[in-house]
């Protein structure tokens, strides 16, 4: 159902790689609610080729950029402002990476040249994006940016390993950058944090499974869908938010804020 919350507003979404993508449901969504969208991707992820199905869908150009390379976000800005016909009011930021985690090293025992790898790609990311972003003048007055985030950022969940750390850097940016994007331009930084959803990046946890059963015993509303997330990302990027920033806002069910549920209590006994 659509109310045209994004009528003729214009956004970039980076990271939808398949359908079970929470970049990919977002799309869908502010696609549905009258904006025009650009894709973007790690050109490695472009050769699975499913993002431009996505495009077609949507009929959304799909420029490729690695996060962690200034150029191509420097060309990704420029080539969106040129296919737009002017500025950008919204930009989802949903990437995420980790070697370590890939490879199995746990938080103990970390190769330190991927955990840089991981923050480079994981958080740092969000900072040249808003950089470039601020120095082309790209985002229109009462903009919203936002970044996809996980609670280990404030409590520990040994398995998320060091993106716990990323988590917790990209939060600050945005709190950082939202600052001075707000005083010059109006524009609102935010992050998201989701509760555990069934994607390519998130089954890539050790022990996610588990976690997920958990996670939703222990959330009062359970845990939050990715086609929720969008929703929510929806409301972010619409009119209707214009004075929420520089927030880390929980999307999940009331986990964050609850100490130990029925739920729990009773999966525990049956064990
Ligand atoms: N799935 C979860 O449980 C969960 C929970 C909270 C937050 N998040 C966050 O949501 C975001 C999206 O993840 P997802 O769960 O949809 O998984 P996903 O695997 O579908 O998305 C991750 C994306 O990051 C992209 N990416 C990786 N390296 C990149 C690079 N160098 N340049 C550009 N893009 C790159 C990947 O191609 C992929 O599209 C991530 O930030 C993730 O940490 C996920």
């Given at each position: 159902m659509s109310n045209n919350l994004l009528k003729g507003k214009k956004g970039i979404i980076f990271g939808a790689l398949n359908e079970h993508s929470l970049a990919w449901k977002t799309a869908v969504k502010c696609h549905e609610q009258g904006a025009s969208i650009v894709l973007t991707n790690a050109p490695i992820a472009m050769r699975f080729g499913e993002i431009n199905q996505l495009g077609e869908q949507i009929n959304a150009p799909i420029i490729p950029a690695d996060v962690t390379n200034m150029e191509d976000i420097e060309n990704l800005i420029t080539k969106s402002m040129e296919h737009f016909?002017?500025?950008?009011?919204?930009?989802?930021?949903?990437?995420?990476?980790?070697?370590?985690?890939?490879?199995?090293?746990?938080?103990s025992n970390l190769n330190?040249?991927?955990?840089l790898k991981t923050?480079?790609?994981?958080?740092?990311?969000?900072?040249?994006?808003?950089q470039v972003a601020y120095e082309k003048d790209a985002m229109n007055d009462w903009g919203s940016i936002v970044a996809l985030s996980y609670i280990a950022a404030q409590r520990v969940f040994p398995d998320y390993n060091e993106m716990a750390d990323a988590k917790a850097l990209l939060?600050?940016?945005?709190?950082?950058?939202?600052?001075?994007?707000?005083?010059?331009?109006?524009?609102?930084?935010?992050?998201?944090?989701?509760?555990?959803?069934?994607?390519?990046?998130?089954?890539?946890?050790?022990?996610?499974?588990?976690?997920?059963?958990?996670?939703?015993?222990?959330?009062?509303?359970g845990n939050?869908?990715?086609?929720?997330?969008?929703?929510?990302?929806?409301?972010?990027f619409s009119d209707l938010s214009r004075y929420?920033?520089?927030?880390?806002?929980?999307?999940?069910?009331?986990?964050?804020?609850?100490?130990?549920?029925?739920?729990?209590?009773?999966?525990?006994?049956e064990m």
């Open positions: 016909g002017g500025k950008i009011d919204f930009i989802l930021h949903s990437v995420g990476m980790s070697i370590n985690v890939r490879k199995g090293n746990v938080y330190h040249e991927w955990m923050l480079d790609i994981s958080a740092v990311s969000l900072h040249r994006v808003c939060e600050s940016i945005a709190r950082s950058f939202g600052y001075h994007f707000g005083v010059r331009n109006k524009v609102r930084v935010n992050t998201i944090s989701q509760s555990p959803t069934m994607t390519t990046a998130g089954s890539g946890v050790k022990g996610f499974d588990g976690f997920l059963v958990y996670a939703d015993k222990m959330s009062p509303l939050a869908s990715a086609d929720s997330c969008a929703d929510y990302c929806v409301s972010m929420v920033t520089m927030q880390n806002l929980f999307h999940d069910g009331g986990f964050s804020f609850t100490g130990v549920s029925h739920g729990v209590i009773d999966m525990m006994k």
